[in-house]
């Protein structure tokens, strides 16, 4: 009997401590739980961090979608480190246009930008330069990312404060003799309501907000990559809708041009992936891309090849009609190996760099290879959307 009394309380003890153990194990994982949830709420409150585009869930039929991730606008902010920090020498200037281009391109046309494109200090890859003076990938960020120059993008709906964001890198890049890429993202309805929704609240207060955007251009030469999405995306909304969006984007065109003659405005043309190139063209001709703009861009955040990539802007142009000064710039941050397996958009892995940042394409009607997605910039998966990852921009630096 005192062997068993002995051994039911050691069975007793045992089956408390078991209990107790359960126990934690289950505080601790409401505690995770209670933080990761926090974590989400912080998130979508922040909406600096999240004016981001990034793309549908639910991709079109055959393409991956479109994601397009902007950085926020920065000011420059001088600091001990930005003085130290490698500055590198800007690229030479481009030449100008061929002469049958420049020849064909009717006067309403302004011409293709001459001075080479302008490093916006603000980037978050400079700024992650410069805080990460020891980091051992950031030599080959530096050289292959940070020292190109790429896309400022607007997307918050910013009434009374836009103006002074765009004069602010539109004057930097005429006190350096360089062309800003400046891309205004917030037309009503952006992203068919994803994970990038957000935008001006309606069409009458979008159309203030790009005319106060318009103010801030000043007399140089500058891109404007208006509204990417806008266009290719536009499926989503109804008849009226997609009417009522096609005329505000045919009215940005022309108040950007008149604030800016030397502003070359870009219509969004899709990609090669997507849309045919007579459906593309039919909508553009309907934002009144040939009659309010200066061409189209392709391929933003995309990594279709830039030889698929010329044909395509080639056949919507020939289909868009309008004058033949009409041009295509492409983006080619990340389509140096092509594009992924089918279904793959969230920061796929064996993406690489593509054509550095050039206005001297030496290919007729394309105006420009562009960074407008800022490699390293995640699409949402190697980090939060629009964020900077280091990891990510190395791959693709050595990719």
């Known amino acids: 009997m005192p062997g068993r009394r002995a051994q039911r309380r050691t069975t007793h003890r045992a089956r408390r401590r078991a209990a107790r153990r359960h126990g934690l194990l289950a505080v601790a994982s409401a505690v995770v739980a209670i933080g990761a949830t926090a974590g989400l709420i912080e998130a979508g409150q922040d909406d600096r961090r999240r004016t981001t585009a990034v793309p549908e869930p639910s991709p079109p039929p055959v393409l991956q979608p479109l994601p397009a991730v902007p950085t926020p606008t920065a000011p420059v902010r001088p600091t001990a480190s930005s003085t130290t920090a490698p500055t590198p020498a800007p690229p030479p200037p481009s030449p100008s246009p061929s002469p049958s281009r420049t020849s064909a391109a009717p006067a309403t046309t302004s011409p293709a930008p001459r001075s080479g494109l302008f490093r916006h200090p603000g980037s978050q890859v400079v700024e992650w330069v410069r805080a990460n003076p020891d980091d051992p990938r950031r030599p080959l960020i530096e050289s292959r990312i940070a020292a190109q120059p790429a896309a400022v993008w607007f997307a918050r709906y910013n009434p009374g404060e836009i103006a002074g964001e765009v004069r602010a890198v539109t004057r930097g890049a005429a006190a350096a003799g360089r062309t800003p890429v400046l891309v205004p993202y917030a037309i009503p309805g952006r992203d068919c309501g994803g994970a990038s929704q957000g935008g001006a609240p309606d069409i009458a207060a979008y159309d203030a907000w790009i005319r106060e955007f318009a103010q801030g251009l000043g007399a140089g030469?500058?891109?404007?990559?208006?509204?990417?999405?806008?266009?290719?995306?536009?499926?989503?909304?109804?008849?009226?809708?997609?009417?009522?969006?096609?005329?505000?984007?045919?009215?940005?065109?022309?108040?950007?041009?008149?604030?800016?003659?030397?502003?070359?405005?870009?219509?969004?043309?899709?990609?090669?992936?997507?849309?045919?190139?007579?459906?593309?063209?039919?909508?553009?001709?309907?934002?009144?891309?040939?009659?309010?703009?200066?061409?189209?861009?392709?391929?933003?955040?995309?990594?279709?090849?830039?030889?698929?990539?010329?044909?395509?802007?080639?056949?919507?142009?020939?289909?868009?009609?309008?004058?033949?000064?009409?041009?295509?710039?492409?983006?080619?941050?990340?389509?140096?190996?092509?594009?992924?397996?089918?279904?793959?958009?969230?920061?796929?892995?064996?993406?690489?760099?593509?054509?550095?940042?050039?206005?001297?394409?030496?290919?007729?009607?394309?105006?420009?290879?562009?960074?407008?997605?800022?490699?390293?910039?995640?699409?949402?998966?190697?980090?939060?959307?629009?964020?900077?990852?280091?990891?990510?921009?190395?791959?693709?630096?050595?990719?």
Do not use: M
């Open 221 to 399: 030469p500058a891109i404007v990559i208006l509204e990417p999405d806008a266009i290719a995306l536009s499926d989503c909304l109804t008849a009226e809708g997609r009417s009522a969006r096609f005329a505000a984007l045919a009215r940005a065109g022309s108040a950007l041009r008149a604030a800016d003659p030397k502003a070359r405005v870009y219509f969004d043309g899709g990609h090669s992936g997507w849309h045919p190139a007579s459906k593309q063209a039919a909508a553009l001709r309907a934002a009144g891309a040939a009659t309010s703009g200066d061409g189209i861009f392709t391929n933003v955040a995309n990594f279709r090849p830039t030889a698929e990539e010329r044909a395509y802007a080639r056949q919507v142009l020939a289909a868009l009609g309008g004058p033949p000064g009409l041009g295509a710039v492409i983006d080619t941050s990340r389509n140096g190996n092509g594009a992924p397996p089918a279904g793959q958009w969230c920061d796929p892995e064996g993406r690489a760099l593509g054509q550095p940042p050039t206005t001297r394409t030496g290919e007729d009607r394309i105006d420009a290879y562009l960074w407008v997605k800022l490699p390293g910039e995640s699409d949402g998966c190697s980090a939060a959307p629009g964020a900077f990852s280091p990891e990510y921009a190395h791959g693709l630096a050595t990719g």
